[in-house]
């Protein structure tokens, strides 16, 4: 199982950005898919899910900016964010909840990080 970030770049404050994260591999079932992010000299925190029935949890920091969505025909989560400011800079991480073919329970997967840079 594989999840492949991508979107990530530098934007001006204001701006806005969009990062998708597909999952890929020998799968039975994908449930509770997410965003998280690491800030330097901070830990990883949560910024949004979606979980396989559609219920959505925000971060208070980007509730109102930010959108999560998921194609699970795609088996890909978004991530698409507006007025973003400097203190969304982070390495963004998707998470996935992942059923491999042949099991029978979720094990937590990560992708690889991409970097958000939020600068004039």
């Known amino acids: 199982v594989q999840l492949q970030a991508s979107g990530g770049g530098l934007v001006h404050p204001g701006g806005s950005l969009g990062l998708s994260c597909a999952v890929s591999g020998d799968i039975y079932s994908v449930n509770t898919m997410g965003w998280y992010r690491q800030a330097p000299g901070k830990q990883r925190a949560l910024v949004a899910t979606i979980s396989g029935k559609g219920n959505i949890t925000y971060a208070d920091s980007v509730k109102g900016r930010s959108t999560i969505s998921r194609d699970d025909g795609k088996r890909t989560v978004y991530l698409h964010t507006l007025r973003l400011k400097p203190e969304d800079t982070a390495v963004y991480y998707c998470?996935?909840?992942?059923?491999?073919?042949?099991?029978?329970?979720?094990?937590?997967?990560w992708g690889q990080g991409t970097q958000v840079t939020v600068s004039s």
């Open positions: 998470r996935a909840e992942v059923m491999p073919s042949g099991d029978y329970r979720y094990t937590e997967f």
